[in-house]
């Protein structure tokens, strides 16, 4: 018995080894190009940073650029703001657009393996360059925003601190859909998870498909709404369009790259934090339906 463990355990043992082996790639890739950049420049958002000859001189200064960022700097806050609102319109759009699409797309039609790669080349596409080149050729609109001259009735109904965002979400609609792809693709798996068989307990039972809607697909695809609404949060946080990162990209130079460092980790921790609450949620309604 004693020889059985140890082979198990020894077995098990290279299992693991094996598995470590194939992780150490993207380990080393992780702590390299992520982990070491990510911890340098959280370590530089409390230093003064000036450009020498004998490289980076650095100063320590504790919370003076994070404070500064919100106290002395009268563009960031506003900014920071206005981009979270646009991002707080824009993940629900994308979220109830993929899935509309998604819905559309498991449905057994000719060609449907043709549609489907149409909704994902914009993923394949959509860099900076072309997406800056559709923007100012006037396409990431829609066309009856104006001509029904709808800004102006959201401006006239609309607080400005909130009618500015929509609007520029909606300006830029049907770029911000192009962000779908990834989305699609995940709802598209998610419905494989979801068995035929119990659509078809569903239908003998004389459900409709409404209710099979609420009852069985959202049920089920809720771990993949979750994982795209967790994924399309870092996606429009890195936005080409996004003001925060225009700030920082604009200001590197001239405002120091300690104070420009502060400004990325504050907004990574917002970012970071807006995870946490969309995990706390979705794990509330998690507990619900188990016990429903």
Same mark, same amino acid.
């Given at each position: ?8 355990? &020894?077995?098990n043992g290279r ?9 150490? %790639? ?10 070491? %950049? ?16 004998? $490289? ?11 404070t500064n960022a ?41 060609? @449907? ?86 659509y078809e307990a569903?239908?003998?039972? $004389? ?15 809720? %771990? ?17 369009? &996004?003001?925060?990162? &225009?700030?920082?990209? $604009? ?35 998690? $507990? @619900? &339906?188990?016990?429903?």
């Amino acid at each position: 018995m004693k020889g059985v463990k140890r082979s198990k355990l &020894s077995m098990n043992g290279r299992e693991a080894l094996t598995g470590y082996i194939f992780l150490a %790639p993207w380990l080393i890739g992780l702590g390299l190009f992520v982990a070491y %950049p990510l911890l340098f420049t959280i370590y530089m958002s409390f230093n003064d940073v000036r450009i020498t000859n004998l $490289g980076l001189q650095m100063d320590w200064i504790g919370l003076q650029n994070i404070t500064n960022a919100f106290l002395k700097d009268n563009q960031f806050p506003v900014i920071l703001f206005e981009e979270l609102l646009r991002t707080l319109i824009a993940i629900p759009l994308i979220i109830l657009f993929s899935l509309f699409v998604s819905v559309m797309l498991n449905i057994k039609f000719p060609g @449907r393996t043709v549609f489907r790669a149409f909704f994902f080349l914009p993923v394949i596409f959509s860099t900076g360059s072309v997406l800056n080149q559709l923007f100012f050729q006037g396409a990431g609109g829609l066309q009856i925003l104006e001509q029904y001259d709808i800004s102006a009735f959201i401006l006239s109904n609309f607080p400005k601190v909130l009618a500015e965002p929509l609007i520029s979400v909606l300006d830029m609609l049907v770029i911000i859909l192009w962000y779908s792809g990834v989305q699609v693709l995940l709802f598209l798996v998610g419905f494989q998870t979801i068995g035929q068989q119990v659509y078809e307990a569903a239908r003998i039972d $004389g459900s409709t498909m409404w209710m099979t809607l609420w009852r069985i697909t959202l049920p089920g695809l809720t %771990p993949f709404i979750l994982l795209n609404t967790i994924f399309t949060i870092v996606d429009m946080s890195t936005f080409p369009f &996004s003001g925060v990162m &225009s700030y920082i990209t $604009g200001n590197m130079n001239t405002a120091g790259y300690g104070y420009i460092s502060a400004i990325a980790f504050i907004y990574s921790l917002i970012i970071f934090v807006m995870i946490m609450v969309v995990l706390a949620v979705f794990s509330k309604i998690s $507990g @619900r &339906s188990r016990r429903g």
